[in-house]
């Protein structure tokens, strides 16, 4: 079993910037890709970038440029920077991750609400 847990969220002005964490527990030497989903009110969760063991990183069409996905692997970790943020950006931001076995894990998710 992985868990996530994620910080960072919070509300922020358009225009702003802001950095989510993710830090993964239990079996981590398992994890292979990590990555960052959101979930607006009303609407579908949907990808926001992935970063694969290699720090491979794959983004939606829509946040490229804005939107920087790292990982630490000595800490086990993920990171999502967020530049140029505009209010439809508001969601809650789930942190994922995939293992050896194909078995993905979510985090409880952090809300993130862009003021314009």
């Known amino acids: 079993q992985v868990q996530l847990v994620e910080s960072g969220g919070g509300l922020v002005q358009a225009g702003g910037s802001q950095r989510l964490s993710c830090g993964a527990s239990?079996?981590?030497?398992?994890?292979?890709?990590m990555g960052w989903y959101r979930q607006a009110p009303g609407s579908q969760r949907e990808l926001v970038a992935t970063?694969?063991?290699?720090?491979?990183?794959k983004y939606a069409d829509s946040l490229k440029g804005r939107f920087t996905i790292s990982r630490d692997h000595a800490k086990s970790a993920v990171y999502l920077q967020m530049n140029s943020l505009k209010p439809e950006d508001t969601a809650v931001y789930y942190c994922?991750?995939?293992?050896?076995?194909?078995?993905?894990?979510w985090g409880q998710g952090t809300q993130v609400t862009v003021s314009s």
């Open positions: 239990g079996k981590i030497f398992s994890i292979t890709t």
């Open positions: 994922n991750a995939v293992d050896w076995g194909s078995n993905i894990y």
């Open positions: 970063i694969t063991e290699r720090t491979t990183t």
